[in-house]
């Protein structure tokens, strides 16, 4: 059942990402063209990737997905919510899945 809503998760980022150019302040916004693009080119790994590898490491749901390019650099950012309602913030390169910050009370699966 966890990996079925997860599955559908995934599914409803990409969806949102074929609708809407996902932005963040300071990189540049990504299209969902150049997405594809990026993924096709294998310069990022699929986000189901990152999701699963995320959701095995690290305590709590993943509530957002996002996907960011800045100077050639692409990551994803994920917000995970976990049981004690601390959100914080995972930022993944997006080609090889290495964790390059955090913010907040990252909790780790032991």
């Known amino acids: 059942m966890r990996l079925r809503k997860s599955l559908l998760f995934a599914c409803l980022v990409m969806v949102s990402l074929g609708s809407a150019t ?5 990189p ?3 299209s969902s063209d150049r997405a594809r693009a990026a ?11 990152l999701f699963r590898s995320v959701e095995r ?4 749901r993943i509530i957002e997905a996002e996907l960011h390019e800045s100077a050639g ?16 913030e ?4 997006a080609r090889t899945g290495a ?8 909790q780790v699966k032991r």
């Open 73 to 88: 650099v692409w990551s994803y950012e994920f917000e995970l919510l976990p049981m004690n309602g601390a959100i914080y």
């Open 22 to 26: 996902v932005t963040r302040a300071d």
């Open 39 to 49: 993924l096709e080119a294998g310069l990022i790994l699929p986000l189901e990737t």
């Open 28 to 30: 540049s916004p990504v």
């Open 99 to 106: 964790v390059l910050r955090s913010k907040g009370p990252v």
């Open 90 to 93: 995972l930022e993944l390169d």
């Open 57 to 60: 490491h690290y305590v709590g």
